[in-house]
């Protein structure tokens, strides 16, 4: 078995440096077209941090806007989908049932026929609609099965349960248990659910798309932008901006995650 396991190792690790290789390479050659002064030239054109100065000039503001969305619809997320999680844990209806899959339908349905229900239903309301708040609207509904699915799994663990029970024939109130007892538990899945929102809100396109107006852009609307009304290397200098501003974050979230696991368990 451990001899099989030993020959096989070679050609796993083959697939999976190709595999990353093949993933990689695209990035690289991305970055690597922005720090160029001319991409059909390639490096004998020489290194520059134009491009770079360039997007920042005239996108620098989405970077902001994007991370303070993201972390809006963190927020929100983690306020509307806690409880409805629980509920939806708790519950045997039909009814929650019927819920659950309507939770689920903006993931499934493409992010423009969203966004597109969206104004028509709200886009009247003209300073909701020129306003951040629209986008962040979208993006929590969106986000929001995420959060859900992964905080409702953990309520419905079956300790949890007999731990809740205890706690109620002890004289607890739902508010003692809910905020003393069960979040508490749950915490790594809402941060593991955070994580993901996130990271989906802060690279959203198709829905923003839609939702956006000429002051309200973000960085994924920015990034589409550059890549069609300007050259490439700006495009791609724009790519390794994006890199640089969202991958630390992401490592940093991801480093808490990992830490608060570590300390809670499961």
Not at 23 to 43: D, E, F, K, Q, R
Not at 120 to 133: D, E
Request: hydrophobic fraction near 55%.
């Amino acid at each position: 078995m451990r001899n099989n396991t030993q020959a096989k190792a070679p050609f796993l690790l083959a697939i999976t440096v190709l595999t990353s290789v093949f993933m990689i390479a695209p990035m690289l050659l991305s970055v690597m077209a922005g720090l160029v002064n001319n991409y059909s030239a390639g490096l004998k054109s020489g290194l520059t941090l134009r491009w770079l100065g360039e997007v920042w000039e005239n996108y620098g503001g989405t970077v902001g806007w994007s991370i303070a969305l993201a972390a809006a619809c963190v927020a929100g997320t983690v306020l509307l989908g806690v409880p409805c999680a629980y509920a939806l844990a708790r519950s045997r209806s039909r009814a929650a049932r019927v819920f659950e899959e309507l939770l689920t339908l903006p993931v499934a349905v493409p992010g423009l026929a969203t966004a597109l229900a969206l104004i028509l239903a709200y886009g009247q309301l003209t300073a909701f609609r020129q306003s951040f708040g629209f986008i962040l609207v979208g993006h929590i509904v969106f986000t929001l099965p995420f959060m859900v699915r992964t905080v409702a799994s953990a309520f419905q663990r079956h300790e949890l349960l007999a731990l809740e029970e205890a706690a109620r024939t002890l004289g607890a109130g739902f508010r003692q248990r809910f905020m003393g007892i069960l979040v508490p538990a749950v915490f790594p899945a809402i941060v593991a659910g955070s994580l993901m929102v996130f990271t989906l809100s802060v690279g959203e396109f198709n829905l923003t798309w839609m939702l956006h107006t000429p002051l309200t852009r973000t960085l994924p609307v920015g990034l589409a932008d550059s890549y069609a009304s300007m050259r490439i290397e700006i495009g791609s200098a724009y790519t390794l901006v994006f890199f640089a501003v969202i991958l630390p974050v992401l490592w940093g979230l991801q480093y808490l995650a990992n830490l608060i696991q570590k300390r809670h368990g499961t």
